[in-house]
């Protein structure tokens, strides 16, 4: 079985300073682990995916995160946030390739100017 | 390059009614999974097609069904319609064996049951 939590299920931060997104996440097997963001009426967006290679991971607009095994973390950051970055934001694990995607609560974040 | 398209984007629907919601999936896609995404929560999987079969399925009832064309198009059914379909229902496909099968999805097709 596998499952993901986000700590916050909103996140409030001002233009410019960094933002800290975490996810707590638990699985049976070795996981593929992912970070999607959907912004208001739209689909979803990959960010980034950790697939067992480097633990930090690089992803699009300035996002980053690192998977740590012996918290069974895998926390998103970006170290300057833009108005464009208001959207929710989802933690992601899958058991292995091709599996079912298993998504967190969400986690909302504002930007205030 | 036509990524993941869906149809339609909106949709109302009384009880008792059947729906049926399509998707195109991404150029050089085989595989299509569907979630369904309520008000204020993360999407929950539905259930994922490959080579026209039902690969895997989750936790939902009977009523939701689905099928895949030889194209890979991909369309949703979901018959006997309660208050509580009411959601945003996403596709998302992939490449099986691709680069960690990554799945990208589409806008979505927002499904109001009155």
């Known amino acids: 079985a596998q499952s993901v939590t986000q700590l916050d299920s909103h996140v409030s931060v001002s233009e410019g300073t960094p933002v800290l997104l975490r996810c707590n996440y638990s699985s049976s097997y070795s996981p593929s682990l992912f970070w999607y963001v959907q912004h208001p009426n739209k689909g979803l967006q990959l960010l980034l995916k950790y697939t067992s290679a480097a633990t930090l991971v690089k992803g699009i607009n300035g996002f980053e995160a690192e998977f740590k095994k012996s918290e069974t973390s895998f926390h998103l950051t970006k170290p300057s946030a833009h108005m464009s970055d208001a959207a929710e934001y989802f933690c992601?694990?899958?058991?292995?390739?091709?599996?079912?995607?298993?998504f967190g609560g969400g986690t909302r974040v504002l930007v205030k100017p | 390059d036509a990524g993941v398209t869906q149809s339609p984007t909106h949709l109302i629907k009384t009880r008792g009614q059947q729906v049926t919601l399509r998707c195109s999936p991404k150029s050089g896609h085989d595989t299509v999974s569907w979630y369904q995404q309520a008000l204020g929560q993360g999407p929950q999987f539905i259930f994922q097609?490959?080579?026209?079969?039902?690969?895997q399925r989750g936790n939902f009832p009977d009523r939701f069904s689905g099928h895949q064309f030889p194209n890979y198009s991909s369309e949703l059914n979901v018959n006997a319609l309660l208050l509580g379909d009411s959601a945003l229902y996403l596709c998302?496909?992939?490449?099986?064996?691709?680069?960690?099968?990554?799945?990208?999805f589409g806008p979505g097709t927002r499904l109001l049951v009155l």
């Open positions: 992601v694990v899958t058991p292995a390739a091709g599996n079912k995607l298993t």
């Open positions: 097609y490959y080579e026209e079969e039902e690969r």
């Open positions: 998302a496909s992939s490449l099986a064996g691709g680069p960690q099968e990554t799945q990208y």
